[in-house]
């Protein structure tokens, strides 16, 4: 079937573009674009003439790029031509070309740069129903577009929380000023109690005390821990959250009945992760290290429940078992809440963006819903699907996102795009009612590391941090003094990324619905796409910079395989090594043909100087290695394992058997050679960027005194998430392009089930 609505625009505002394009596809709205950019086009293709055509609305998004493009204003005209309605979305002041202003000139608009987020797409969608274009939710008679902005919100009404125009006339807002016991201002005890289940609606605020931080938003210290931060209760009585103050994490609880009783239930140095209240309301379970503990509420007394690998997210079900993902996301297993052995669920691929999500467990424990290994990194478009725990059976729900919630009144709860989401489910029979539609806009959570920063409770009530996607960010050099200058690359979601041996290019991973490989000229900063089929990651120049190594799967398929393709060339990749889970590059020797990649957990050496490339394991054992690079002289090669539960960096020495050094301290990671050899490079959870110099000549020990060098808050990826310039004076990073806006309250909303019924 052909689209709706035909979206003209410039390539050089694809990012923007996109964002405005994903949100009205996620309301069911029939939108072809084209993918590629149309500036990149070298032909103005049949395909676009026919889609013109067949389109009832062309929307023109017009900025001063494409009002100078000769593709832009060819669409335009035929669209006029053809008696079609035309759209004009301003995404910034633009004057309009003579060749434009007969085809423009006194045509209805919008201007994205003045409008919310919520507030263009309301316009759009008005606008788009208005003309004829199935809308769900907007009726053919709704109120068109119009110049005017008298009929826009209010900006600044804090009763208005960012929610949809639809869930905002429905809603009585308000918000509660009240500090107890140090975390609120005033002693005064409320007299709502949050587990009652009146009809009316009600939004509340919790603002936390000055010398406290949320670790979300500008005061995350751990990039990759952005989702871990909250919860409540399953009555809907306590909620549980993490604060950070002079570096110590606390664990508190806070009784949301009187708002009297709020404790700080466990403190520690350590990066506790996890929030998980029991079913019976009375304890919480966290993770601490390879252990999982859990916290009587009223005493404080903590018990050890059992042990795992590199714990994720879990949940605590009403069936005696807790479910969690661990080792790296890999794993999904249960364990009694008494204490035992962990019990095995799923296991699927160690591959960058295939990690399972956070769990939601049936009642009863029948099965289990949670996204599933997506098509990239970007975990805004992971399929949650549901694993049967009797058959093992995996189905597909329809719906794509991250930290998925099923309320009992019949509703599916997910994050996707910085917001919360909601649909009409049966669970009987595994299916949605309905699109999903935003009931909460603009919440903290990260896509790529699956984690939102809300909870529901079985009461029917949401608590959430606002924010946003925080895995957005800008390609930027970084000098050796932390000094940032970005490259001028859009704003959107990059995964790993390597600068080319000469350092004039770059070949960065690129997440939208799917991953692609794309290089950039470090002199201007113009980019072509290297891929295009199926999902690809983790690039690795060749040795002479001439092409690109890197993985590739079909979009249905867990299994990667290794592809080398030469810049500029026509015709298809070269398959290099055969297909296998968990297989990522990670360097070449500097005097042979031999390449240290990850292959599951374990790190091997690939010989491709023979005819059939062969391999053996080099590092390899119960706990799981990462990243293996070699240094510049190639004796030595450095790698970081959880060798003690955690994990830590180490350097082993390819020409002294048995010969390995770790780097002291926890948390430590993301470690990358000088291009002389003489020092090492690495991170420290809380965003430090660290360095010590490596004497290959020190037999006690090579590795040097470490020192700062900078602080940055960057994007994180699994793997190395920045690299260092040739010459050793810059690193190349993925930064956000605004700082995060600090979190200084906790967002509640009651009854949310009377919410979602007029919705539906």
């Known amino acids: 079937m052909s689209a709706e609505v035909f979206v003209s ?26 993918e590629g950019g149309i ?102 008679n709704s109120t068109p577009v119009s110049n005017s902005n008298s009929h826009r ?34 002693n005064s005890k409320s007299e709502t109690s949050v587990t009652n289940d009146s009809a009316s609606k009600k939004r509340l605020k919790l603002d936390i005390p000055g010398d406290e931080n ?37 664990l508190n609880i806070l009784d949301l009945n009187n708002f009297s009783d709020e404790k700080k239930l466990i403190s520690s140095s350590l990066e506790l992760i996890g929030i998980m209240f029991s079913p019976d309301n009375k304890w919480i379970a966290f993770f601490d290290k390879e252990k999982i503990k859990k916290v009587l509420i009223e005493t404080g007394e903590v018990t050890i429940i059992g042990e795992t690998r590199v714990p994720n997210y879990g949940y605590w079900a009403d069936d005696g078992y807790i479910y969690y993902v661990h080792s790296l996301g890999r794993k999904l297993s249960r364990i009694k809440d008494i204490g035992s052995s962990p019990e095995l669920l799923h296991e699927g691929p160690h591959q960058e963006g295939a990690t399972l999500g956070k769990p939601y467990v049936v009642s009863g424990g029948k099965g289990v819903i949670l996204a599933f290994p997506g098509k990239g990194i970007n975990r805004n478009y992971a399929p949650i699907k549901y694993l049967d725990l009797n058959t093992k059976e995996i189905k597909e729900l329809g719906v794509s996102g991250i930290w998925p919630y099923y309320h009992q009144s019949g509703y599916l709860l997910f994050a996707r795009n910085g917001n919360i989401w909601a649909c009409p489910f049966d ?46 960010g800008i390609p930027a050099w970084v000098d050796l003094e932390g000094n940032v200058t970005p490259t001028g690359m859009p704003e959107q979601l990059y995964g790993i990324s390597e600068i080319s041996p000469d350092g004039k290019k770059i070949a960065i991973q690129i997440a939208t619905e799917k991953d692609d490989i794309w290089i950039y000229d470090t002199e201007n900063w113009q980019g072509s796409r290297l891929t295009n089929e199926g999902s690809n990651g983790w690039p690795l120049w060749s040795k002479d910079g001439s092409g690109v190594v890197y993985v590739s799967r079909p979009l249905e398929n867990e299994e990667w395989s290794l592809y080398s393709k030469k810049l500029n060339s026509i015709g298809s990749p ?66 970081s394992a959880d060798k003690q539960g955690i994990y830590h960096i180490y350097i082993q020495s390819l020409k002294e058997k048995g010969v390995t050094y770790q780097i002291s301290g926890d948390n430590k990671g993301e470690v990358l050679w000088a291009p002389n050899g003489n020092s090492l490079y690495y991170f420290e959870s809380g965003g430090n960027l ?71």
């Open 427 to 472: 669970l009987d029979n595994l299916s949605v009612g309905a699109n999903p539609v935003p009931i909460v806009n603009g919440i903290s959570m990260n896509a790529i590391w699956e984690s939102a920063n809300y909870s529901v409770s079985e009461s029917g009530s949401i608590v959430y941090l606002e924010g946003r996607d925080e895995s957005q």
């Open 39 to 140: 500036d990149a086009a070298t032909l103005w293709s049949e395909a676009i003439v026919e889609a013109i055509n067949e389109c009832k609305v062309l929307i023109m998004m017009v900025s001063r790029h494409s009002t100078d493009s000769a593709n832009v204003v060819k669409e335009v005209m035929l669209a006029s031509e053809s008696s079609k309605i035309i759209l004009p979305v301003y995404l910034e002041p633009a004057d309009i070309p003579t060749r434009l202003k007969y085809q423009l000139t006194g045509i209805q608009h919008s201007e994205a740069y003045n409008l919310t987020p919520d507030e263009l797409f309301d316009e759009l969608a008005r606008g788009l129903a208005k003309n004829g274009v199935m809308v769900p939710g907007y009726d053919v």
């Open 690 to 760: 660290l360095t010590a110099e490596f004497d290959s000549k020190n037999s006690s020990n090579p590795i040097g005194e470490e020192k700062k060098l900078f602080y940055l808050k960057y994007i994180d990826n699994p793997g190395n998430s920045y690299d260092v310039h040739p010459n050793g004076k810059k690193f190349l990073f993925v930064v956000p392009k605004k700082p995060y806006k600090k979190i200084r309250d906790i967002r509640l909303i009651l009854n949310l089930k009377n919410e979602l019924k007029n919705l539906f």
């Open 153 to 186: 919100k209010k900006r600044g009404n804090k009763q208005s929380w960012h929610i949809p125009t639809m869930i905002a006339m429905t809603v009585t807002a308000f918000i509660l000023g009240l500090f107890f016991s140090g975390l609120f201002k005033s």
């Open 214 to 250: 949320i670790p979300a938003g500008a005061d995350n210290p751990f990039p990759w821990g952005g989702g871990r931060s909250i919860t409540i209760s399953p009555s809907g009585r306590y909620l549980g959250y993490y604060t950070i103050t002079n570096n110590i994490k606390n």
């Open 574 to 639: 070269e398959q290099i090594w055969e297909p296998a889970k968990g297989l990522i590059p990670g360097s070449w020797h500097p005097s042979n043909d031999l390449m240290a990649l990850n292959l599951e957990s374990d790190i091997w050496f690939i010989d491709f100087n023979n005819t059939k490339p062969s391999g053996e394991i080099f590092a390899g054992g119960d706990y799981l290695e990462w990243v293996g690079l070699f240094s510049p002289d190639g004796n030595w090669l450095s790698y």
């Open 9 to 34: 625009y410039s390539s050089q505002d694809h990012s923007q573009v996109r964002k405005i394009i994903d949100r009205l596809r996620d309301a069911g709205i029939s939108v072809w674009m084209d």
